[in-house]
């Protein structure tokens, strides 16, 4: 599969194909989205749309329908911290140890490119060569994703690969800090919300749908946990940017907040001047 390389020297590699791709076997899109002027100079954010937002606001979703809307790749940066979160538990480095868990960042290879599999995936996330992109979803990893991704040092050591996935490129970045310290100058952002109630009973839907078993009540007080630590950290707290456009998705169908940020979207491309909304 041809991918796109974000991850330089470091051994933590994202690579993304075009989200107009939705197999393997079609890769070759790319070289069209490069070929239609969509990227641009390095350091040129103005075609990055950052959304950020607590778990299960419907990020993710509503990010890979707009991506393909707007012909532009999708990055979910939470599988970066999902995938060492992942390594740490197979490697029995401990949540605690920010430092060691930065070093597993930095030795691992992860890959993020267009879904293999009609499974329901968005995408494919590999770890050292091998498909996670389930094993980033289970239980485990949920319970303990926020504690790593709270670290400065892993934090830190994600930093440079996220970078350089927004320099110069038409993507859609779902994320907690993209808009605030990630890619502070996007051209759209957007920070989705939803009612804590709601959010559980979506990802408690999703966990249904996947086969595992899960009670409400306990999906419920995890995504409490999370957002707790997601809010409070100390680096890169999960917050509102200034510039940031706040979309309630409470009852939205997953189209009518696309068709919103679409808006914003078309509008900002078209007068890159006047920035975010
Ligand atoms: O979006 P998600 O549920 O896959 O994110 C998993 C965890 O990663 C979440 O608890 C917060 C963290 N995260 C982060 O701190 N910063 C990001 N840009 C993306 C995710």
Not at 142 to 150: F, G, K, L, P, T
Not at 151 to 170: E, F, K, T, W, Y
Not at 181 to 200: H, Q, T, W
Request: proline share 6%.
């Amino acid at each position: 599969m041809e991918t796109m390389p974000v991850g330089g020297n470091p051994p933590v590699v994202a690579a993304m194909t075009d989200a107009t791709t939705t197999n393997a076997a079609a890769t070759d899109a790319r070289p069209t989205l490069l070929a239609s002027g969509d990227h641009r100079g390095a350091h040129d954010h103005s075609r990055v749309v950052a959304i950020d937002g607590p778990a299960a606001a419907g990020k993710t979703t509503v990010a890979r329908a707009l991506a393909d809307r707007l012909g532009a790749m999708l990055f979910d940066t939470g599988t970066l911290y999902r995938a060492v979160t992942l390594a740490a538990l197979r490697a029995g480095v401990p949540f605690a140890d920010g430092p060691a868990l930065a070093a597993l960042a930095d030795e691992r290879h992860i890959d993020v490119t267009s879904p293999s599999a009609p499974d329901g995936r968005l995408y494919d996330v590999r770890l050292d060569g091998e498909d996670v992109t389930w094993p980033i979803r289970d239980p485990d990893v949920e319970a303990h994703v926020s504690e790593v991704a709270a670290h400065p040092a892993v934090r830190a050591a994600l930093l440079p690969a996220q970078r350089r996935i927004a320099d110069g490129s038409a993507v859609v970045m779902v994320g907690r800090d993209i808009g605030t310290v990630v890619v502070p100058d996007a051209g759209v952002k957007v920070f989705l919300e939803a009612s804590l109630d709601e959010r559980a009973r979506r990802r408690h839907a999703e966990l249904i749908e996947r086969g595992t078993a899960a009670a409400l009540a306990d999906v419920l007080a995890d995504l409490r946990a999370r957002d707790a630590i997601d809010r409070g950290r100390e680096v890169s707290p999960l917050t509102v940017a200034v510039d940031a456009r706040v979309i309630r998705t409470d009852g939205k169908p997953v189209d009518q907040v696309v068709d919103e940020i679409e808006r914003l979207v078309r509008a900002a491309w078209a007068n890159p001047a006047q920035g975010a909304p």
